[in-house]
């Protein structure tokens, strides 16, 4: 019997490996995102660690310091939200980077399940003749 041949097998690998690039700088972005909003919150706890350890303090030069702390983070936070708004452009343009791989793929996929179904369909025609040209030469 004839073997199955995918005249495009090497664009569907490509098209696989494209897939699997774009998967991993999707991850990567994502993986950026979530060590900003880590550093985010991080400067959240810093906040309301320092407001609770200086909430009953009266000394002037401790709470100069405590607000110049506050500015600090608040500064901070406004660098880290900046940066959140860049990560998240570039994960929206990776994510649609995917999708448009993994579109591409699963086209070429479906294409050669296609025709790796009309195969079969034509080796159980090519069977089923073979099999009447044996009975019919049998019995003839």
Do not use: C, P, W
Not at 20 to 35: C, F, R
Not at 101 to 112: G, T, V, W
Request: aromatic share 8%; glycine share 2%; no cysteine.
């Amino acid at each position: 019997m004839k073997k199955f041949v995918f005249e495009l097998e090497q664009l569907l690998n490509l098209r696989k490996y494209e897939q699997d690039q774009a998967q991993i700088e999707l991850g990567k972005a994502i993986q950026v995102e979530q060590q900003i909003q880590d550093g985010l919150d991080t400067l959240a706890q810093q906040y309301v660690a320092t407001k609770k350890m200086t909430s009953g303090q009266s000394d002037f030069v401790a709470l100069a310091k405590t607000q110049q702390f506050y500015n600090f983070i608040k500064q901070q936070q406004e660098k880290l939200m900046r940066d959140m708004a860049s990560a998240k452009i570039v994960t929206e343009e990776k994510r649609a980077l995917f999708n448009a791989a993994m579109q591409k793929h699963e086209s070429l996929k479906k294409l050669k399940e296609r025709q790796f179904a009309i195969f079969k369909e034509e080796q159980k025609k090519a069977e089923a003749k073979a099999l009447d040209d044996i009975v019919t030469a049998k019995y003839n």
